[in-house]
C-alpha cells in the first residue's frame, strides 16, 4: 500500500500557485520524496524528488517539513496544461526500486 | 529528451487469446518495469526486471503474465490467456544504470479484452 495520503482534488486559478499537500508520517529515514504527475490517460511524469532539503527545478519546487513527516509540491505559476493527477511517492533512492502508486490528487487549474 | 517508446498503442483481443505488449527502454536503462493502470483506477505495479530476471513482482502477476528481453533491446510482457479483467492501460517504465532518480514511463498500450 501507499505510504502517503493526498486530498483527493484541488482547484487552482490559472496563473496563480498550485500547493499540494501530501502526508508521509511512516516515511524511513532512507526513503525520498518523489512527486509524478499523469495527464489524462497518458504515462506518469517526473517532477521532482528530496530527501529533507527543500528542492526546485525547472517544473516545481518541493517543501519537505524539518520532521520529514510532510511535503508540497509548488507550481508557481499553474497554467491549463497543469491539470492532471498529481502522485506523491516514496521511495528508497539508488535502488531500482518499484514505484507505490496511491489515489493522487487530482488538480484542475481553472481560467 | 529521452523516451520510452510502447507499441502498439492501442490492442483490442478476444478472450483468451495471448497477447504481447512491447517496449523499447531508454538505451543503457537497466531497471524494467511494467504498470498497468484499469480505467477510473489508480496505476498498479506488476513487476519489475533487471539483470535479465525478475526482481519482483505483485500478486496480480500470476502465472498468466510473463516477461523478457527477447534480442537486449525490447522488453516484453505476454498475457497468455487474457481474461476481460486484463482490460487495462499497460506502462511500461525504466531507470538508468544506478537505480536513482527518475522513472521514465511510455505513453501505454490501452488492451481491451471482448
Known amino acids: 500500500d501507499a505510504k502517503t495520503t493526498q486530498p483527493p482534488s484541488m482547484d487552482c486559478a490559472e496563473g496563480r500557485a498550485a500547493n499540494l499537500p501530501c502526508n508521509h508520517s511512516t516515511i524511513s529515514g532512507n526513503e525520498y520524496v518523489y512527486w509524478y504527475r499523469q495527464i489524462h490517460s497518458q504515462g506518469p511524469q517526473y517532477i521532482i524528488h528530496g530527501l529533507k532539503n527543500n528542492e526546485t527545478n525547472e517544473m516545481a519546487s518541493l517543501i519537505i517539513t524539518e520532521d520529514r513527516k510532510s511535503s508540497t509540491l509548488i507550481l508557481p505559476h499553474a497554467t491549463l496544461r497543469d491539470t492532471a493527477v498529481y502522485y506523491c511517492?516514496?521511495?528508497?533512492?539508488?535502488?531500482?526500486?518499484?514505484?507505490?502508486f496511491g489515489q493522487g490528487t487530482e488538480l484542475s487549474v481553472k481560467p | 529528451e529521452p523516451e520510452v517508446t510502447q507499441t502498439p498503442s492501442h490492442q483490442v483481443t478476444q478472450m483468451g487469446q495471448e497477447v504481447i505488449l512491447r517496449c523499447v527502454p531508454i538505451s543503457n536503462h537497466l531497471y524494467f518495469y511494467w504498470y498497468r493502470q484499469i480505467l477510473g483506477q489508480k496505476v498498479e505495479f506488476l513487476v519489475s526486471f533487471y539483470n535479465n530476471e525478475i526482481s519482483e513482482k505483485s500478486e496480480i502477476f500470476d502465472d498468466q503474465f510473463s516477461v523478457e528481453r527477447p534480442d537486449g533491446s525490447n522488453f516484453t510482457l505476454k498475457i497468455r490467456s487474457t481474461k476481460l479483467e486484463d482490460s487495462a492501460m499497460y506502462f511500461c517504465a525504466t531507470i538508468g544504470e544506478q537505480g536513482d532518480t527518475e522513472a521514465f514511463f511510455g505513453q501505454g498500450t490501452r488492451l481491451t479484452v471482448v
Open positions: 511517492i516514496v521511495r528508497v533512492y539508488n535502488q531500482g526500486g518499484k514505484l507505490i
